[in-house]
């Protein structure tokens, strides 16, 4: 994001004050000017007489929650956690990384508070989205937050003063931030059910988040994309599409340390959910296919990492139970078996699309079919 607020309109020479000046009462000034223009700057000016105010002490006291503050275990675990690494990088002083945390809690509510799905959403940035839904005061602070968080160019390496005036205002962004959250929900719970603008905030889906994110993927928003699956994970922790989305995304991204953490999940969730294999999963059911994505995921990193005897494994089990094969498995294992990767084989397909010919895949698992015998064609009536 740039860095000037363009419903303020203010000249980028008071956000450069902001971002690198060494002289505190400059700084201070710059912060002021700021917020006038989002009528928060008397606010900002008694906070920073309150040591409480810095959104430091904020999160670290999330580490002493009870669960019954919460409304759900993994939320309990989440802000238990935000309050452990809070209280780790103050002892650190690494104050980026403090806001940091705070900047991903509200980008966290604001989608799912805002609900970002539908054609409208798919063909705007993050910030353009912000800046048309939220209010000027309310935008104004997500930008200043989102400055101190993750733009490089904010120096936190500066004297003891202006570490504690950057603190506090991005306590009182927070706060503020998540007070406009919760007056919002609490008006749409009382809107008529029959409003007109209802559906334009209307709480996503997990499914819909899921389906948003892998089109932003598609398009290769993957920062986009992760932060959607993200939410939709929050709303049901047990969410295995969430975690396929997120394995093929880091998949796209060269990122297979991720790619295998998240295909870990996804593997152990769908275990939970059958603690015996069924002896049939058919690809036709469309409730099967998030479960047999994942054990896929579980086989493809497996083999990747080395571990042939995991992935051969799992590659049998799908075949076992969908002996139709829809879903492409006998080419990774015959594949696997001639010492080719899980991308050299979708390469294959690809090629195999292109030219409408699919032959040296189908010969390629015939050779292997013949030695190893993993896979028997259905017959069909």
Same mark, same amino acid.
């Given at each position: 994001?740039?860095?000037?607020?363009?419903?303020?309109?203010?000249?980028?020479?008071?956000?450069?004050?902001?971002?690198?000046?060494?002289?505190? =009462?400059?700084?201070?000034?710059?912060?002021?000017?700021?917020?006038?223009?989002?009528?928060?700057?008397?606010?900002?000016?008694?906070?920073?007489?309150?040591?409480? $105010? !810095?959104?430091?002490?904020?999160?670290?006291?999330? %580490?002493?929650?009870?669960?019954?503050?919460?409304?759900? =275990?993994?939320?309990?675990?989440?802000?238990?956690?935000?309050?452990?690494?809070?209280? %780790?990088?103050?002892?650190?002083?690494?104050?980026?990384?403090?806001?940091?945390?705070?900047?991903?809690?509200?980008?966290?509510?604001?989608?799912?508070?805002?609900?970002?799905?539908?054609?409208?959403?798919? @063909?705007?940035?993050?910030?353009?989205?912000?800046? =048309?839904?939220?209010?000027?005061?309310?935008?104004?602070?997500?930008?200043?937050? +989102?400055?101190?968080?993750?733009?490089?160019?904010?120096?936190? @390496?500066?004297?003891?003063?202006?570490?504690?005036?950057?603190?506090?205002?991005?306590?009182?962004?927070?706060?503020?931030?998540?007070?406009?959250?919760?007056?919002?929900?609490?008006?749409? +719970?009382?809107?008529?059910?029959?409003?007109?603008? +209802?559906?334009?905030?209307?709480?996503?889906?997990?499914?819909?988040?899921?389906?948003? $994110?892998?089109?932003?993927?598609?398009?290769?928003?993957?920062?986009?994309?992760?932060?959607?699956?993200?939410?939709?994970?929050?709303?049901?922790?047990?969410?295995?599409?969430?975690?396929?989305?997120?394995?093929?995304?880091?998949?796209?991204?060269?990122?297979?340390?991720?790619?295998?953490?998240?295909?870990?999940?996804?593997?152990?969730?769908?275990?939970?959910?059958?603690?015996?294999?069924?002896?049939?999963?058919?690809?036709?059911?469309?409730?099967?296919?998030?479960?047999?994505?994942?054990?896929?995921?579980?086989?493809?990193?497996?083999?990747?990492?080395?571990?042939?005897?995991?992935?051969?494994?799992?590659?049998?089990?799908?075949?076992?139970?969908?002996?139709?094969? !829809?879903?492409?498995?006998?080419?990774?294992?015959?594949?696997?078996?001639?010492?080719?990767?899980?991308?050299?084989?979708?390469?294959?397909?690809?090629?195999?699309?292109? %030219?409408?010919?699919?032959?040296?895949?189908? =010969?390629?698992?015939?050779?292997? !079919?013949?030695?190893?015998?993993?896979?028997?064609?259905?017959?069909?009536?």
């Amino acid at each position: 994001m740039s860095n000037d607020i363009e419903k303020t309109r203010l000249p980028d020479k008071y956000f450069d004050q902001f971002l690198k000046s060494n002289d505190s =009462k400059i700084h201070k000034q710059a912060i002021g000017i700021i917020l006038k223009h989002a009528d928060e700057k008397k606010s900002y000016s008694q906070l920073l007489k309150n040591d409480e $105010a !810095n959104i430091s002490h904020m999160l670290s006291i999330f %580490k002493d929650i009870t669960q019954d503050k919460c409304q759900s =275990k993994s939320e309990f675990e989440f802000l238990r956690k935000i309050g452990t690494k809070t209280v %780790k990088y103050t002892k650190e002083k690494q104050y980026q990384k403090i806001v940091d945390l705070g900047y991903n809690l509200v980008v966290d509510n604001l989608l799912v508070s805002l609900g970002l799905v539908g054609e409208e959403y798919k @063909k705007m940035k993050l910030e353009d989205f912000y800046s =048309k839904h939220l209010p000027d005061d309310i935008y104004a602070q997500y930008v200043l937050l +989102e400055i101190m968080a993750i733009n490089p160019d904010y120096n936190w @390496k500066r004297d003891d003063k202006i570490i504690h005036q950057s603190l506090v205002l991005a306590g009182m962004c927070f706060m503020d931030i998540y007070e406009y959250i919760h007056d919002m929900n609490e008006s749409e +719970e009382d809107d008529d059910l029959e409003d007109e603008t +209802e559906d334009e905030f209307k709480l996503p889906e997990k499914n819909e988040l899921y389906y948003e $994110a892998m089109d932003m993927a598609n398009a290769g928003e993957y920062k986009t994309a992760i932060k959607l699956l993200q939410v939709a994970i929050k709303i049901d922790p047990e969410f295995v599409d969430a975690y396929v989305g997120l394995t093929a995304v880091y998949r796209d991204m060269g990122n297979l340390k991720k790619e295998k953490e998240c295909a870990d999940i996804g593997f152990e969730l769908t275990k939970k959910q059958f603690p015996k294999w069924p002896s049939e999963m058919p690809w036709g059911m469309i409730e099967n296919r998030a479960f047999m994505r994942s054990i896929c995921d579980k086989a493809m990193t497996a083999q990747i990492s080395g571990d042939q005897k995991t992935a051969e494994e799992l590659y049998r089990l799908l075949l076992k139970m969908n002996p139709g094969d !829809n879903q492409g498995i006998r080419y990774l294992i015959a594949g696997m078996l001639e010492g080719i990767s899980p991308d050299d084989v979708d390469k294959m397909t690809d090629e195999g699309n292109e %030219k409408q010919d699919w032959s040296a895949q189908e =010969k390629m698992v015939a050779r292997q !079919n013949k030695i190893h015998k993993f896979w028997k064609e259905p017959k069909y009536d």
